[in-house]
Structures are given as structure tokens and as C-alpha cells.
């Protein structure tokens, strides 16, 4: 899809290692795991949990001048869903070519829609 993964949590780059040694779903990853001990980027992306000092499970888009797009912001005890972060990469590709927004449920072969201020209320 030309883009950039990034894994970044609060955790040193020794948990990770670890993590990533030991844990059945993370030893195929290839994208960077990076470490924010600092938090530096968890407070930039307005992610951090101030009273544990560890990031939301948290997933932000960017387009490529660094812009956010879109963030998704996840309970600790539920999964994200990679589906779903697909869908929002492809309408974000779709609208970036097209011009268009991309209706609720939009599915990629879809039709998007112009976005005219003037139409709104009478769709």
C-alpha cells in the first residue's frame, strides 16, 4: 500500500526485544518497534496516559506531510483492528487520487462522494 509502519510504545528497547522474541504474533513483525521512554512522541501525538506514564493503545494515520488524518484511540483489554485500519489507508489513498470523501461503510470498488457544502441536508 506504500506506507510506513511504525510500532512505538513507552516500553525500553530491552521489552521489546524480549517481547518480540518470545510473543507467537510478534516474531514475523518487520516494521520498527521504537521505544518513547521519554514520551516525547506518546504527548506530541496526545497519547499518553499521564497516571500510568504509558501511551493509549492508540493508531495514527499520516499522510505524508506528517498531517494526522485519522487517530484511533483503543481500550487496554481490546484489539485493534487491522481490517479496519486497512479501509481507513485505502479511502484516505482513495480520496487523496480522487477528490472525493468516502461515504460510512465505504468498501474500496466502491463510489465515493464530492464533498459540497452545498448538498448538505439534501442527500
Known sequence: MN???LAISTDSVYSHKVFKETS????HVTFPLLSDRTH????AYRVLDENSGASFRASVF???EQIIQAKLIYPGNIGRNLHE?????QALQYAKQTG???????????QGM??????????
Open 3 to 5: 506506507v510506513e509502519v
Open 24 to 27: 507467537p504474533s510478534l516474531k
Open 40 to 43: 516525547s512522541i506518546s504527548k
Open 62 to 64: 499520516l499522510n505524508p
Open 85 to 89: 485500519h486497512v479501509r481507513i489507508l
Open 100 to 110: 472525493k470523501g468516502t461515504p460510512a461503510n465505504w468498501m474500496p470498488g466502491q
Open 114 to 123: 464530492m464533498s459540497d457544502p452545498n448538498m448538505i441536508g439534501k442527500i
